[in-house]
């Protein structure tokens, strides 16, 4: 199932990929320490994971963890203190901030849609904040990745799908909220004839999650896999929260499969269209049609794909729905591979996983996951991937041109309307 997309690179061999440091991950370690001691994880260059402290006392418990410690000013409290603050000023379309570990300090950024004045007035927020935040101004336009224009195979848009999920009795896809409202409607033909699924539940803004239940019920075979083109696939074994500094891979129906890092956790962004809080930032690049995409490494499913900036000429920033969040706000778990469900084809993952990806390499040395054939369709191809297929412009066409018409019809009606009543008017006046 999910986009269509090339292989971006091999597995790398298992003795090119070195094992980061015993004594549990980074955010164990945080949750141990607190928020007033501790200002967030990561992993590092070499695939060590480095936790920011406060005092030299926790950055002894730190090492003796087996992780690096780095000592900040701020912590985690001053930090996140500071995005209230941010939260609570007016809000201005075409910004974004999150929490950068690294550099202990909050980064706002504002795209080209946004004014002088409303970059003055934000800018005087942050300086009362304090000199740990950052301001920028950024190439591009933060928007949604819907493409609106070219309205394919769902009567919201193009959108790519996520990941394939289930209730227990029905099997759903997971995709972005701004793809489409509940009652959307999905087809796996170029007619538009066989309906895919619907949209029953749809979270945008605030998060930006959905899921379009299948019309049978089922997804089929192949539910655990992630095609990434030419017939080969990446199969899905579990799920877990990313970490700052992994590298991450994320597939769509516009772009392909692109490779990128997580760059920071708990972003918002203020989109035209509302603001959503809670997002990963990463250095992934995506193009409109791509929302909805999943985004996974070593075969974990990480996210979805939510918006962003720039493109992948150029460049730029992409953010994500996780994954966990999504699940549970929802209520359904995701359909892992059968080794890892421990049953028959097609399992479902009880909790999140912990991410063999997330602080066990190097991040150069992450992989998209394991290779796996995608069944259950010629040429590689499910009804999932069908529906992210940029030649499947029939059911769009279709829509655009019967709006045409019925303006055309409705305008004409009109104008004809209007002018009798004129005539009436202009004869029982005249004499």
């Known amino acids: 199932m999910v986009a269509q997309a090339a292989m971006a690179s091999e597995t790398p061999p298992a003795a090119a990929r070195p094992l980061a440091a015993p004594g549990g991950t980074g955010a164990a370690l945080v949750a141990r320490l607190g928020t007033a001691r501790t200002a967030g994880d990561w992993i590092g260059a070499d695939g060590r994971t480095v936790v920011a402290v406060t005092d030299q006392a926790a950055a002894r418990e730190v090492r003796r963890a087996g992780a690096?410690?780095?000592?900040?000013?701020?912590?985690?409290?001053?930090?996140?203190?500071?995005?209230?603050?941010?939260?609570?000023?007016?809000?201005?379309?075409?910004?974004?901030?999150?929490?950068?570990?690294?550099?202990?300090?909050?980064?706002?950024?504002?795209?080209?849609?946004?004014?002088?004045?409303?970059?003055?007035?934000?800018?005087?927020?942050?300086?009362?904040?304090?000199?740990?935040?950052?301001?920028?101004?950024?190439?591009?336009?933060?928007?949604?990745?819907?493409?609106?224009?070219?309205?394919?195979?769902?009567?919201?848009?193009?959108?790519?799908?996520?990941?394939?999920?289930?209730?227990?009795?029905?099997?759903?896809?997971?995709?972005?909220?701004?793809?489409?409202?509940?009652?959307?409607?999905?087809?796996?033909?170029?007619?538009?004839?066989?309906?895919?699924?619907?949209?029953?539940n749809s979270s945008f803004p605030g998060s930006d999650f959905s899921l379009v239940r299948y019309a049978d019920g089922k997804a089929g075979a192949g539910a655990d896999v992630v095609a990434i083109g030419g017939g080969k696939g990446v199969r899905i074994t579990g799920l877990a929260d990313p970490s700052v500094g992994q590298r991450v891979f994320r597939s769509g129906s516009t772009s392909g499969l692109h490779d990128g890092q997580v760059t920071a956790l708990n972003a918002t962004v203020n989109y035209p269209e509302g603001t959503v809080t809670g997002l990963v930032e990463t250095t992934v690049c995506a193009e409109p049609g791509d929302s909805g995409g999943p985004l996974f490494s070593e075969g974990i499913a990480l996210g979805v794909t939510s918006g962003g900036s720039g493109d992948c000429t150029a460049g730029g920033t992409t953010f994500f729905q996780p994954v966990t969040k999504a699940l549970t706000a929802l209520g359904v778990r995701l359909i892992v591979s059968a080794q890892n469900a421990g049953?028959?084809?097609?399992?479902?993952?009880?909790?999140?996983?912990?991410?063999?990806?997330?602080?066990?390499?190097?991040?150069?040395?992450?992989?998209?996951?394991?290779?796996?054939?995608?069944?259950?369709?010629?040429?590689?191809?499910?009804?999932?991937?069908?529906?992210?297929?940029?030649?499947?412009?029939?059911?769009?066409?279709?829509?655009?041109?019967?709006?045409?018409?019925?303006?055309?019809?409705?305008?004409?009606i009109r104008a004809e309307q209007d002018r009798k009543a004129y005539q009436r008017y202009y004869s029982a006046t005249w004499g």
């Open 68 to 200: 690096e410690p780095k000592v900040v000013p701020h912590s985690m409290n001053e930090l996140k203190s500071a995005t209230a603050t941010l939260r609570s000023a007016p809000r201005v379309p075409g910004t974004a901030w999150a929490v950068d570990y690294r550099t202990n300090r909050v980064v706002v950024r504002a795209d080209r849609t946004v004014s002088a004045g409303d970059w003055s007035r934000l800018t005087r927020v942050a300086t009362g904040i304090g000199g740990f935040v950052h301001m920028e101004r950024t190439k591009g336009t933060f928007t949604t990745r819907l493409n609106g224009a070219q309205p394919i195979l769902s009567t919201g848009g193009r959108c790519s799908a996520g990941f394939n999920v289930t209730d227990g009795r029905s099997d759903f896809i997971l995709t972005a909220g701004h793809c489409g409202a509940a009652g959307s409607t999905w087809f796996a033909d170029n007619q538009g004839n066989q309906q895919l699924g619907r949209t029953v």
């Open 343 to 412: 049953g028959a084809p097609g399992g479902t993952s009880p909790a999140p996983a912990a991410s063999a990806a997330q602080g066990a390499m190097a991040p150069n040395a992450a992989s998209p996951g394991s290779s796996a054939p995608v069944t259950g369709a010629s040429q590689g191809s499910t009804l999932l991937a069908r529906l992210t297929d940029t030649r499947n412009v029939g059911p769009g066409l279709l829509v655009i041109a019967g709006s045409l018409i019925a303006l055309v019809a409705t305008r004409y």
